[in-house]
């Protein structure tokens, strides 16, 4: 979760520790600043973690890279990832495979439960996109979806 010192209308379908109103379009007059990633960059800032650790977030990082890339028409490398490149997401990633090494979890026996979609707008850097945006649309092909709850 991040937090703004500033107050604007939109949803993210989680606590912020703010209100705010929900709507399903909205326009944005602010950016979530902060250096625009790469692949190549997110790799050097992970290279520390432990083998098991990198290899599986890395692996994350690449899945995102290759649905951002096929949906914007460039290269791997050339993705700039705007929220997913914040220090804030590289952590979630990471911390998630670190506590999957700590607690001798074999990744080909994660599994999930049906993932909860919903529908609109939401405002990213690239403007105004449906819900999901393409590239998260992209990532959860294959799996089963179901509609997410009318209040998110």
């Known amino acids: 979760s991040h ?3 500033h107050s604007h209308d939109h ?7 703010h209100s705010h109103e929900h709507s399903n379009s909205h326009t944005h007059e ?11 960059s997110v790799l050097s ?4 973690l432990p ?9 994350s990082f690449h899945h995102l890279a290759h649905a951002e890339a096929k949906t914007h028409g460039v290269g791997v490398d050339e993705v700039h990832f705007h929220e997913v490149g914040a220090v804030d997401s590289i952590i979630d990633v990471c911390g998630v495979w ?6 001798k979890i074999d990744p080909k026996k994660i599994s999930c439960s049906a993932l909860p979609s919903s529908e609109g707008t939401v405002w990213t850097e690239h403007g105004i996109l449906p819900v999901p945006a393409p590239a998260t649309a992209r990532l959860m092909e294959g799996f089963k979806v179901v509609p997410g709850p009318k209040t998110a």
């Open 98 to 103: 670190c506590m999957c090494y700590l607690l």
């Open 30 to 40: 602010h950016s979530h600043d902060g250096p625009l990633r790469t692949l190549p």
């Open 51 to 59: 083998p098991y650790v990198y290899h599986y977030a890395a692996q």
């Open 3 to 5: 937090s703004h010192s």
């Open 11 to 17: 949803h993210h379908g989680h606590s912020h520790g």
């Open 45 to 48: 800032i992970i290279s520390p």
